[in-house]
């Protein structure tokens, strides 16, 4: 039916008839469009030019050399190809598997990785957890200036201390020379070694390693603290129940890191504290690994010990990791 001039004809719509589209004003959903490398590089490459010189560093230091192990499984010889002359597999590691010196080492090593993840570990926990309830700002200051300084000392230094201090007429010995005690030559028997590396670690590490632990402890709500106390929480309860979670991702962390260094005893501080005395207790595989493949020239042999060391160390990083992730869901990856 014909309408005005002024009006529109309606037609009235079927069930069969297509949807109206949406109105202009709806926002229509588009795909986000997907920024490839060339694309992120181009437009942030002022950033990425910042990550050439750490990249070349790992490249050329770390992994160009990881070619060199391939001579645990070829013999080589000093003039030859530096690749190893020829094919003798699993030899050098056989060589060593037999070797009860080799074994001894081992256990020294084990021994003291483990004394040095049992004390020096949580210690630094402890300590940041006692500063962090000073009230003293100033005081506060002073004791992580004082802790922190050993940390900046070379180890040749700590070393040379280490040694004047448990001399025959150090300072140790002399100061029980006054209660009547005969000298002590504690560098000179085996069984005095262990106590003072491990007494030399923890007054060299513990001050630095409260840095992230303190650092952690400033994330942690206050808010938390306001509502324990109001639920009449003391501080021992509020330590256990909201510091400690709330550090406990750093916790895991530092402790996964330590322990894929578990194997890697102190090799600089080990050399320049043991002698041929104190082998029994002070010989370590680094220091074994230096005397055999440096010294002694058994570069294959060395290199099959270093070898069987990194495999140690990265199957127990990868079952830290695991561990970690699976009871506090805190990993590195």
């Given amino acids: 039916m014909a309408?005005?001039?002024?009006?529109?004809?309606?037609?009235?719509?079927?069930?069969?008839?297509?949807?109206?589209?949406?109105p202009r004003d709806e926002p229509r959903r588009v795909g986000r469009a997907r920024t490839t490398w060339r694309q992120a590089l181009r437009k942030d490459w002022r950033l990425y030019s910042f990550v050439v010189l750490p990249v070349l560093f790992f490249v050329v230091f770390k992994y160009v050399p990881?070619?060199?192990?391939?001579?645990?499984?070829?013999?080589?010889?000093?003039g030859g190809s530096p690749l190893g002359d020829e094919w003798v597999g699993f030899y050098y590691f056989d060589m060593f598997i037999h070797n009860q010196q080799f074994w001894q080492v081992f256990g020294n090593t084990v021994v003291l990785g483990l004394l040095t993840l049992a004390?020096?570990?949580?210690l630094p926990i402890i300590?940041?957890?006692?500063?962090?309830?000073?009230?003293?700002?100033r005081f506060k200051k002073i004791v992580q200036t004082i802790s922190y300084l050993p940390h900046f000392m070379s180890i040749v230094i700590v070393a040379g201390l280490v040694l004047q201090l448990t001399s025959v007429n150090g300072t140790v010995n002399q100061i029980m020379g006054l209660f009547g005690s005969d000298p002590v030559a504690f560098m000179q028997q085996p069984d005095w070694f262990r106590s003072i590396y491990v007494s030399s670690e923890v007054w060299q590490?513990?001050?630095?390693?409260?840095i992230l632990y303190l650092a952690a402890l400033t994330t942690v709500d206050d808010q938390l603290y306001e509502a324990s106390r109001?639920?009449?929480a003391n501080r021992w309860q509020q330590t256990w129940?909201?510091?400690?979670?709330?550090?406990?991702?750093?916790?895991?962390?530092?402790?996964?890191?330590?322990?894929?260094?578990?194997?890697?005893?102190?090799?600089?501080?080990?050399?320049?504290?043991?002698?041929?005395?104190?082998?029994?207790t002070a010989d370590v595989i680094s220091t074994y690994l230096y005397r055999v493949g440096i010294q002694s020239a058994q570069f294959s042999y060395g290199t099959a010990i270093g070898l069987f060391e990194?495999?140690?160390?990265?199957?127990?990083?990868?079952?830290?990791?695991?561990?970690s992730r699976r009871m506090v869901g805190a990993s590195l990856w």
């Fill in 119 to 122: 004390i020096c570990f949580p």
């Fill in 241 to 280: 129940h909201i510091t400690l979670p709330g550090i406990r991702p750093t916790m895991m962390v530092l402790l996964i890191l330590n322990i894929g260094s578990f194997m890697a005893v102190g090799f600089e501080k080990v050399l320049l504290l043991q002698n041929p005395l104190i082998y029994s």
């Fill in 3 to 22: 309408q005005g001039a002024g009006t529109v004809a309606t037609v009235p719509l079927s069930d069969d008839a297509p949807p109206s589209p949406p």
């Fill in 66 to 78: 990881m070619i060199g192990n391939v001579i645990a499984f070829r013999r080589f010889r000093p």
């Fill in 230 to 232: 109001i639920d009449g």
């Fill in 310 to 323: 990194a495999l140690i160390g990265l199957a127990l990083v990868l079952s830290a990791n695991y561990a």
């Fill in 205 to 210: 590490t513990v001050g630095w390693g409260t």
């Fill in 127 to 137: 300590l940041a957890l006692m500063l962090n309830e000073l009230r003293s700002r």
